[in-house]
């Protein structure tokens, strides 16, 4: 019986002890502590506009170019990171739209080959009758006659993305090159076009390839895309 009564009242005293150890815990995390300090996700990038603002990050065009016809074909093309918004106002209180597909058209510049990298330029002309604006990455893919993809989607090399103002008939344009498959023995194809989305747009353009192979799977088969930059790249 003393035994029982011991125990007991050893349960009791631990009892309490949690009960004020659980109360001081509640007192804790009451209003006068610090609320925990929210943190952005890193996981994809936020397109922001010039002023801050959240800005449309979908990526693809909404019409036929100039000489380019939307592609419905299997291939998706990789979507682009674009980092601009639908408009951009100057310091002028002036705004500008940004590029939509129907109002660009695409094209692949010469290879300009060096240290085992085949290097084109792919560059978007402004078809319109207005200015518009480019900032951040195309999207690319290579696809075969059928219209289905051939390799990888293009991997992003680094790079701090501007706002590119394009008036009518102006350029700019994105590196795309890839190791050169006799020297990295990476298994090739031969594409019969390259798709190319602008930033913020969602339907790509068509550009006939006439660049020759290109690498598809093993070593070093993946092609980059560098971020836009005003001019044709030449």
């Not at 209180?93 to 290879?111: F, I, W, Y």
Request: proline share 8%.
């Amino acid at each position: 019986m003393v035994q029982t009564s011991r125990t007991f009242r050893t349960a009791v005293v631990l009892a309490s002890a949690s009960a004020a150890l659980g109360l001081l815990t509640a007192c804790g995390s009451g209003e006068g502590a610090d609320a925990p300090e929210a943190v952005a996700g890193t996981a994809a990038p936020m397109a922001t506009d010039g002023d801050g603002e959240t800005a449309d990050s979908s990526a693809s065009p909404d019409g036929d170019a100039a000489g380019e016809t939307p592609t419905s074909g299997s291939a998706k093309p990789a979507e682009p990171s674009g980092s601009g918004a639908d408009s951009t106002r100057s310091a002028g209180g002036t705004t500008t739209e940004r590029c939509h597909t129907s109002e660009l058209r695409a094209s692949v510049g010469p290879n300009h080959p060096g240290a085992g990298q085949e290097n084109f330029s792919v560059v978007f002309t402004n078809t319109s009758g207005h200015t518009c604006t480019l900032r951040g990455y195309p999207g690319a893919a290579f696809t075969d006659a059928d219209g289905k993809q051939v390799g990888s989607d293009p991997e992003r090399t680094s790079g701090s993305p501007g706002t590119i103002t394009l008036k009518p008939g102006a350029d700019a344009w994105a590196g795309l090159s890839f190791s050169n498959p006799e020297i990295s023995g990476a298994k090739t194809a031969t594409p019969a076009s390259l798709l190319v989305t602008p930033p913020n747009e969602r339907d790509p353009l068509t550009v006939d390839w006439k660049g020759g192979e290109v690498p598809v799977s093993g070593n070093a088969s993946k092609a980059k895309v560098s971020v836009l930059a005003p001019g044709s790249g030449e």
